[in-house]
């Protein structure tokens, strides 16, 4: 069973602190990913790495960088957080990449966290 | 500007009988699409998928139906049960992104 776990379900944060979200998934998997949820929204990908120290931003990286210094974990970084990140972040992560793309197929995403930035 | 979109944002269904979940997509380019079912407080997990050289796909209760002239996917659960209950997002893939749609919520009703 592929277990992806993120480091808090719950934070509250103040506007202008620096915020970590930590991913960590126990399968071996090359392709790790940040979204983040929003009503009427959906889920918008943040970044996404395809192997340790790569990554590439997706939709929405504005406000955001990541960290992938080993296999099994992939951080989220709010370098100074403001209240429109507030919302809930969800990590994924796949196996089998393609020739460098990621694997977009089938993504197992871990609880989430909910951030509230004040 | 949202290239995956669920219309609907709820859906309830009497227990037994079909849901339907559908989404609509803008890019003709997308080749591979997936449905997610999430329960509150839980990550997504994968449903069902198909690639854009099928219409149909089937696994036990959950049937994908492709229409690419339409640009329009379906979800088809028969028949439906209460733990089928939850948000169902809608998802296609082309190049190095994946699109999620905005999300269903389908109530079964015992």
């Known amino acids: 069973d592929v277990k992806v776990t993120q480091s808090s379900r719950y934070l509250v944060k103040r506007t202008g602190e620096k915020v970590f979200l930590e991913c960590v998934q126990d399968?071996?998997?090359?392709?790790m990913f940040w979204y983040r949820q929003d009503p009427g929204l959906g889920l918008r990908l943040i970044y996404f790495?395809?192997?340790?120290?790569?990554?590439e931003k997706g939709d929405i990286p504005e406000g955001y960088s990541v960290s992938r210094e080993k296999k099994e974990r992939f951080s989220l970084i709010l370098e100074s957080a403001s209240t429109n990140q507030t919302s809930m972040y969800l990590c994924?992560?796949?196996?089998?990449?393609?020739?460098?793309?990621?694997?977009?197929?089938?993504?197992?995403f871990g609880p989430g966290t909910r951030l509230t930035v004040l | 500007d949202q290239q995956v979109k669920q219309n609907s944002p709820s859906l309830s269904v009497q227990e037994g009988r079909i849901s339907i979940l559908n989404c609509d997509y803008t890019?003709?380019?997308?080749?591979?699409f997936l449905w997610y079912k999430k329960y509150p407080a839980e990550g997504p997990t994968f449903l069902i998928s198909?690639?854009?050289?099928?219409d149909k796909n089937e696994d036990g209760r959950f049937t994908v139906f492709l229409n690419k002239s339409a640009k329009h996917l379906s979800l088809h659960i028969v028949p439906s049960q209460p733990g089928d209950s939850a948000v169902y997002f809608c998802?296609?893939?082309?190049?190095?992104?994946?699109?999620f749609g905005t999300g269903t919520r389908l109530t079964v009703i015992p």
């Open positions: 399968m071996d998997h090359e392709n």
């Open positions: 890019n003709s380019m997308f080749d591979y």
């Open positions: 198909i690639s854009s050289i099928k």
């Open positions: 994924a992560s796949s196996p089998e990449p393609v020739l460098g793309a990621p694997n977009l197929h089938e993504q197992f």
């Open positions: 790495s395809y192997d340790v120290k790569m990554k």
């Open positions: 998802a296609a893939t082309g190049a190095n992104n994946l699109f």
